[in-house]
């Protein structure tokens, strides 16, 4: 009686397994989907020195569907070293319009990677919000987005020190952790 039932099991985790494999397969010989536009140069970007506080600019998000929805922002200011050493964040306060503003209530989830722009030049991308308020958030800068990630050569070594490195499984812990006396 169980091998009756197990026959339909096995061809069903055959068959799981078959059309994992084939979904797999047609995924990477496919390849990444061309652009719509394809880019021939990369968009003129405005300086971070320049994004001083009080600067006025634009950015476009979607809501729904694909189409672009203008939002208007003020830069407030910069934390240094925001996201990492030698990678600063740069807070907006999303102003409006408020037809925006009534449908999103600022920056909100979805939103990251949206381009923004002070005087027709690429500024950055939102990538942040703050809980308190969404009206406030923060942009990564255009130059720190559009260069391959790694620590900047002048504060590598500061990084590497302040980079945490997991510990082996089973300790040592430090004498100082009270959770996890040392061995």
């Known amino acids: 009686m169980s091998d009756a039932r197990s026959a339909p099991r096995r061809r069903l985790g055959w068959l799981a397994g078959a059309t994992t494999f084939l979904l797999l397969a047609s995924m990477l010989a496919a390849g990444p989907a061309p652009a719509l536009t394809p880019c021939t140069s990369p968009p003129a970007t405005i300086s971070q020195a320049k994004l001083t506080p009080g600067t006025l600019g634009t950015g476009l998000t979607t809501l729904d569907g694909t189409t672009p929805v203008p939002f208007d922002f003020e830069v407030v200011g910069t934390i240094p070293d925001g996201w990492m050493l030698g990678l600063d964040a740069i807070v907006i306060h999303v102003t409006g319009p408020s037809s925006f503003l009534d449908a999103t209530g600022g920056v909100f ?75």
């Open 109 to 183: 989830f979805g939103m990251s990677g949206s381009p923004t722009y002070v005087n027709g030049k690429l500024a950055g991308a939102v990538s942040g919000v703050f809980w308190d308020d969404p009206t406030f958030g923060v942009l990564t800068p255009a130059k720190a987005s559009s260069r391959s990630w790694s620590p900047p050569r002048a504060h590598r070594s500061a990084w590497r020190a302040r980079s945490v490195r997991p510990r082996r499984c089973g300790g040592p812990w430090p004498a100082s952790s009270a959770s996890h006396p040392p061995r």
